[in-house]
């Protein structure tokens, strides 16, 4: 089984409709981030939540918001979708270790068409 | 300007090949990572370093902490190795860190 996955793989939605995107981790890790990606111009941070109760807006924050229900989830919604918010999304996680390397693990990524 | 410049956009090399792409970076790092971006979209990190160089089969990893330049070689290049490679600057902050990325490199290689 994957130790990051999203929900939904795919949504195609219509202008002004609610959606949230779901990000769940069996790392046990505490760091986790959303980006998304538009080709040309590579991955961008949506918001990132080092523990439950830290969360942070990223480059790319306005249009969406963020709930980290527990450590293993972090959900991205976008109350009002418009179309140039149509792009894939990734989660990812990393864990919290001092002084070393913390890798970032990535879900597989939510393909969002907003019409 | 990009924290994270990367070079060249694309790449096309014949298998077998020895394949250079290269990645400069603006701000004080903590760390630089490479990842690779498969075709169907996983992405998966290949390296991660503050000094010297790092080698994982014909992968090869460098970086200059002077220049803020870093290197990814991949030696005797072949089909498989068609992906879109990623550099990635980790900021340290108060409670954690976080990426900056470049656009990424997309390479082709023919067999």
């Known amino acids: 089984d994957a130790d990051v996955t999203q929900t939904p793989r795919n949504r195609i939605t219509k202008t002004g409709k609610r959606i949230m995107l779901e990000c769940s981790q069996t790392?046990?890790?505490?760091?986790m981030y959303w980006y998304r990606q538009d080709p040309g111009l590579g991955l961008r941070l949506i918001y990132y939540?080092?523990?439950?109760?830290?969360?942070n807006k990223g480059e790319i924050s306005d249009g969406y918001s963020v709930s980290r229900q527990a450590q293993a989830k972090f959900s991205l919604s976008l109350e009002s979708a418009i179309p140039n918010q149509t792009a894939l999304y990734f989660c990812?996680?990393?864990?919290?270790?001092?002084?070393?390397?913390?890798?970032?693990?990535f879900g597989p990524g939510t393909r969002l068409t907003v019409l | 300007k990009n924290e994270v410049e990367q070079s060249p956009q694309n790449l096309t090399a014949q298998e077998g090949e020895f394949i250079t792409i290269n990645c400069s970076y603006s701000?004080?790092?903590?760390?630089l990572h490479w990842l690779q971006q498969h075709p169907g979209g996983g992405i998966v990190s290949l390296f991660m370093?503050?000094?010297g160089k790092k080698k994982h089969g014909r992968l090869i990893a460098t970086i200059n902490i002077q220049e803020k330049h870093s290197s990814l070689h991949i030696t005797a290049s072949h089909p498989r190795d068609s992906a879109v490679y990623i550099c990635?600057?980790?900021?340290?902050?108060?409670?954690?860190?976080?990426?900056?990325f470049g656009e990424g490199t997309q390479l082709t290689v023919n067999p």
């Open positions: 370093l503050s000094s």
């Open positions: 701000v004080g790092i903590s760390a």
């Open positions: 990812a996680t990393s864990d919290a270790i001092p002084g070393a390397y913390n890798e970032q693990f």
């Open positions: 939540s080092f523990d439950v109760k830290d969360i």
């Open positions: 790392k046990g890790h505490d760091r």
């Open positions: 990635a600057a980790e900021l340290r902050e108060t409670s954690g860190s976080r990426l900056t």
